[in-house]
């Protein structure tokens, strides 16, 4: 486990390495983004540009959320106009699109929306929950998947629905409560009982480190963790892989977990994929690392610098890994979807284009 540990300054010069990186190519797999108009807001990015920026590049594949707290901000009250809007842009740009219906949890801090009028008071920490103990936010977050999924399932451009987020994983280290298997198989039964004919994603993270594994093990020890009940639940698997990310800082310097290309790793990843190919699903990255994961809530974005745990370089070295990883393991996802592209327009909008001119380059050469 020592071999995954990484002492690191955060931050370092920018270089121009991203430009030689080789590409590795893409395939059969296809390539996309996800949007996350919270993060945007949250970076100072006004979320509808960043959109129109993003649909400009020729990807194919893009993950939109449907967020339960502004479809229904108040009790009856139903508001999909701005989804409606984002849908109708990444449909005219010709992208396929994977939408996540939620309900509880979905992609984009705070991963958390749940309407406040749905909850008499806060899950408990440390608690499952579960249909039978929590059978009003059971029935209202079937009721709320049934009815986007009825809305846009006429959507030719859909490809997808993707069920919850990490669903039964604990919501990163600031909640314990975890939803219980029974509660997202509830919820895979409403939508598809909406539409039988569209696969259902799920997705989980993939830890890539000894001491992240074991972690992740003991808190979900009771019924498996995300991939596992995406492996019994859901037509695709959907991999969320983030090679390097910090644990601490102090000053300039930061510790990093890295077991990327360890044997650990790679036994982790195959146990995945052979059980994922024994029950005949299908498998595709659902979050490529391409932004920084450091020891904050918002990627540090510093002039000149880059942050250690990924810098513009790391955009193409993780997807590259990847895909000879699961090649390793005969494997091809049919997607690869890059976690982090408000990021790289933060970056170029203060006079750093690396990231997006990265990406551009591995979609031209890729």
């Known amino acids: 486990m020592l071999t995954e540990l990484r002492v690191h300054r955060a ?102 929306f749940v309407p406040a009028h749905v909850l008499d008071g806060p899950l408990a920490e440390g608690s499952l929950v579960t249909p039978g103990e929590h059978r009003g936010l059971a029935d209202a977050a079937t009721a709320v998947i049934g009815r986007v999924v009825e809305r846009y399932r006429d959507r030719a451009g859909i490809v997808a629905w993707q069920v919850e987020h990490e669903a039964v994983d604990p919501l990163g280290m600031e909640h314990s409560w975890r939803l219980a298997r029974a509660f997202a198989a509830a919820e895979v039964a409403a939508g598809r009982a909406v539409d039988p004919s569209r696969p259902v994603l799920m997705n989980g993270f993939l830890p890539t480190s000894t ?42 310097l930061a510790v990093y977990l890295d ?71 005969n494997t091809v996802p049919e997607s690869y979807l890059f976690w982090g592209a408000e990021y790289w327009l933060l970056r170029d909008r203060q006079g750093d284009p690396s990231y997006l001119r990265a990406f551009a380059r591995l979609l031209d050469e890729s």
């Open 11 to 112: 931050a370092a010069p920018l270089t121009d390495r991203w430009r030689r990186v080789p590409v590795q190519p893409r395939g059969d797999t296809r390539l996309g983004v996800s949007f996350r108009p919270l993060q945007a807001r949250d970076l100072g990015l006004d979320p509808g540009e960043v959109l129109r920026l993003l649909l400009g590049y020729p990807f194919d594949v893009i993950r939109i959320a449907a967020y339960w707290d502004q479809l229904e901000p108040a009790p009856g009250e139903f508001r999909p106009g701005e989804l409606d809007r984002v849908l109708d842009a990444a449909e005219a740009a010709g992208k396929r699109i994977i939408l996540g219906v939620g309900a509880v949890k979905n992609f984009g801090y705070p991963e958390f």
């Open 211 to 252: 001491p992240v594994a074991l972690q992740q093990g003991w808190r979900t020890r009771d019924q498996g963790d995300s991939l596992a009940v995406a492996l019994g639940l859901a037509d695709i698997v959907g991999l969320d892989i983030y090679p390097r990310h910090a644990v601490a800082a102090a000053g300039p």
């Open 259 to 329: 077991g990327s290309g360890t044997r650990r790793y790679r036994r982790r990843l195959g146990r995945v994929l052979g059980q994922a190919a024994a029950a005949g699903r299908r498998v595709l990255v659902a979050e490529g690392q391409a932004e920084p994961w450091e020891a904050v809530t918002t990627p540090p974005s510093l002039s000149g610098r880059a942050m250690y745990s990924c810098r513009p370089e790391d955009l193409l070295l993780n997807y590259g890994g990847c895909l000879r990883e699961l090649a390793a393991q």
